[in-house]
């Protein structure tokens, strides 16, 4: 089993997600540099957080645009799995990976601190692990993580499961004060169409030792490797 | 402007006049920012060795040891003029320098500091300042992928018009493998990296070494940089990849007086050629003042040996980033500038670097402190007016724009000490000073300063390794700010001996006061210190601790947040007892109590508001002296067995407990709930969120 861990220009979570996939989750995983082609040597795609571009134009419009991004829209087309982690999910969105997007916060200020989500759905190879309807705390950093899409296609994403994580407070609660962002229904993580693509702003390699505040991050790295350990 | 008796004493050592190129040079070599011609005596004093000094001040960054595999490469800088003029961009640029003063050691960053000064945030121009800041702190820190962990806050009339900024950055480097900025052999290369050069930022240095004028924010923009943090991180990863070739023989960032001040510093363990013409460029027709003096940032220079050059051209392409071989190291000990076929510079390299003959000034005492009238009003009244204090509010406002956890080292940023785990150990980390004790007592206050910084370190169970500084005056013609500037050397040097800390690095920013608002900033010699501790993060100590005062407590009010509030006046206080810091980091080692902070901005009724709000506490003797006293060397600590603080000079004055904080002192009596301390602590949250 073989992790890529894409870095772009910018990228700064590239070897926090390696340390956690190499270190704590105890798999293979390989930095690739955005000028290099992925190849077919790899289980799944994680796309890290940072500031690709230095989020010039609009956070992830240019990494979008690279050559390598096709090479990870032809392994999420071939079945493989992708993770696009806060700018890794800003960047998958603008590459169409999932439908929807992330723009400026509510407050035009970047927001970092500890957040509870809400797992909404538990059928999906990066949420098997978590039971439905589970609070996790998991930390977020960002300023432009406002998720927002069209009724029609937020009425799809309900109805497919493929709302992932929602923001909420520590009893699980729904509420605009535990949205920091303004995301539209909370919403902060969301599946492709095939459910092999997960796009989310929460760092959950950030929450994947109990040392730095929560191991409640690990559980969706866990859930990759099993899946791909099913060689579903 | 190099002062007539400069040029005089230049032009007569090398017999003719001083071309347009050399003249800008020694305007920028020699300003204080870059010479310290108006401090070296004093820095001499301080002491700058240790057991695990690997590289002292005087480089880029000095490199401390850690453990056998890690060193430390640490750095402190202020970049307080940018900040007035353009606050957003002269403070991410701030952070921008001191970042790659740490790269250039061959160090990877991992965390930030920003101890920051500003007038009364009720006033709209100080809010704007402080607004933007943090926001170009924040933008640029986060960018880059450095966690900022701490700061400090102090606001005050004297910074408006001239607030400050401070950064000290941390980086990581095999203790074997780090860089220096001293060339090592005629006949290698100089390979510039990086941002190409533009006509922004010129004569920052000699900028940075003179007040501001009334209308200096129009007429001093262009000497404020513009930072890009996207071409820094790249320059962070490449320089990182060419140290990792061993090829690297010295490097040196491009800072205060651009390349001039880069090449020249470097070189100066021989000498340097330059050819200007090879310096990419973004502008058309620059000439070779613009050249050698722009503060464009995102900069590197680089001595290699002459065949390793294409492989770090190669390296810098892979980043997408520009690369020029723009001269070479020379034996003769002279800085040669050629610029179209012609020598436009041609110094003996020493007169340039290092050759600005000291300026002295005369110090002359002065006295502020006043005798103390207890302020009228409610007990109650003023424990609430003592934490609406924005020195002791809330930060979350600034701090949640920080990206803190990047990198997943940080275990803690509470209270006043970051714990990031480094190797089997923590970092632990702490910064600032209090300006208005050493106002009143800068010999005390500096001291203190160091002894408070020990006190947040200790009350994490750590060792302190280290000191950097930035010593941020107003202008020294005054003999008062001079007086004041030599005590607080004299002040931080002793206690720093006394502790056994080394004073690694730092800088000098003079000339802080403002025509405009007619202000003088308070002394502000702003220290960082990192320190070796185990790896336990802060948690808040549980319902039915103990809570115990360790240390003396004695009438000392002056300079206090009482004093700021109230003017209450009163004794700054004295210098601080340092040996209870043994006794407190044993006690945070053992486990033997749940939570430890030291008393200081605010005194105990701050202590007590951030780490045990709901708690009933009974105090012997005078309330405002037990309540808002600032002396040093205390410590609040929360332990279930009273008797592991046995042998140590404490009272135990209550216990944790679910409801309100209830303060039993003398005949007197208060109860603050915990949403009226919230509530009074969220000044800074109140005033700046919309």
Redesign the interface.
Known sequence: MRFAVVQFGGSNCDRDVHHVLESVCGVDADLVWYKERLGNRYDAVVIPGGFSYGDYLRAGAIAARTPIMADIIGHAGAGGLVLGICNGAQIGAESGLVEGTFTMNSTPKFICEWVYLRVETTDSPFTSAYRQGEVIRIPIAHKEGRFVTTPDILVRLEQEGRIAFIFCDEQGAVTAESNPNGSLGNITGILGKENNVLMMMPHPERASEDIVGSADGKRLFDSMIAYIERGE | MVSAQDRGFLETTLGRPLTALELACFENLWSEHCSYRSTRALLKTLPTTGENVILGPGDDAAIVRFSDTCALAIGMESHNHPSYVDPYDGAATGVGGIVRDVISMGARPIALMDPLYFGPPDQEKNRYLFEHVV?GI??YG????VPVVRGELVFDDSYSGNPLVNVVCVGVVHPENYLSARVKQPGNRLVLVGASTGRDGLGGASFASRDLAEDAEAEDRPSVQIG????E??LIEATLAMAETGKVRSCRDLGAAGLAGASSEMASTFGARIEADRVHLRERGMNEVEIMLAESQERMLLEVAPEDVPLMGAIAE???LVWSDIGEVIAARRYVVTFRGDVVCDLPIDLLVGGAPEEPWPGEPSHHETAFAAPPGDLRDLCLAVLSHPDVADTTWV??????????R??STDHDAAVL?LGNDALVLSCGCNPRHIYLKPYEGAANAVLENASNLACRGADPLCIVNCLNFASPVHPEVYWQLSQSVAGMGDMARTLGIPVVGGNVSLYNESDEWDTRIKPTPSIGMAGRGP?I?YSPPREGCVLALVGETRPEFGGSVLDAVTGCGGSAPTVGDPSLLGPIRDLIRTGAVEAVCDLSHGGLIVALAKMAPAASVHLPGNPLEQLFSESYGRFLVACRDPGVLKGIPCEVIGEVGSGPLSIRCGSQSLSLGAAEIEKARATLTRLM??
């Open positions: 926001s924040g933008d986060n960018c880059i992928g890009d943090p996207f071409a991180k790249l892979k980043y997408d701090s949640r724009q920080y990206d803190h956890h990047v990198q997943i940080t275990l785990r790896q993060g969120s919309y």
